[in-house]
């Protein structure tokens, strides 16, 4: 992945000004985030759902199940969208429709891949896990042989803001 956002399905930013390109930014918008919203496809049917997440700042890693709608979607179609966005309130106005949403927002496509190796599945459970707690876990055989760690290689980041 190269550290300026490549071509994106969404086109050119109408409102340039709100664009994200500094890549400390984006960086900064996916290490703050806890949930990662991912957008899948079963044949011409979206599938959108979040998920917590890691960003080891070249790839995003999340669990599941090991078997599943997503996974089922996953294994026939490797391609994902995934949304990162911090809310931080509203921006009134004295019109109605001049309200605006402060927030940061990372909009990115990538391609799923299946984490089998045991060793590099704990890195990124204990990864997720210190996101939320400072605890230490430990993750019972059982547990990984029924976990499935999927991790995305990014193909493209596209960055917005308002009110920052």
């Known amino acids: 992945m190269s550290s300026t956002p490549l071509a994106h399905p969404h086109g050119a930013m109408r409102r340039e000004e709100r664009e ?3 890549p400390a ?4 918008v996916l290490q703050e985030g806890r ?3 991912i957008a899948l496809a ?3 049917m979206p599938f959108l759902l979040p998920v917590f997440y890691v960003w080891d700042g070249t790839a995003l890693w999340f669990h599941s199940a ?3 709608s997503k996974i089922d979607m996953m294994k026939r179609n ?3 969208c995934f949304a990162v966005s911090s809310y931080g309130g509203i921006i009134e106005d004295l019109l109605a429709c001049n309200f605006e949403a402060r927030h940061r927002t990372v909009i990115g496509l990538g391609k799923t891949h299946f984490v089998d ?4 599945k704990v890195t990124m459970l204990h990864r997720l896990m210190a996101r939320f707690s400072d605890k230490t876990f ?12 999927i991790r995305i290689d990014i193909t493209s980041l596209k960055g917005k803001q308002h009110g920052y």
């Not at 190796?117 to 590099?120: A, C, I, V």
């Open 25 to 28: 930014q984006i960086d900064a």
């Open 66 to 68: 090991r078997s599943g």
């Open 35 to 37: 949930v990662m919203y």
């Open 117 to 120: 190796d045991d060793s590099e």
């Open 20 to 22: 994200i390109t500094d």
């Open 42 to 44: 079963c044949e011409d």
């Open 78 to 80: 490797a391609n994902i």
């Open 138 to 149: 430990t993750f019972p055989a059982a547990n990984l042989t029924a976990t499935q760690v």
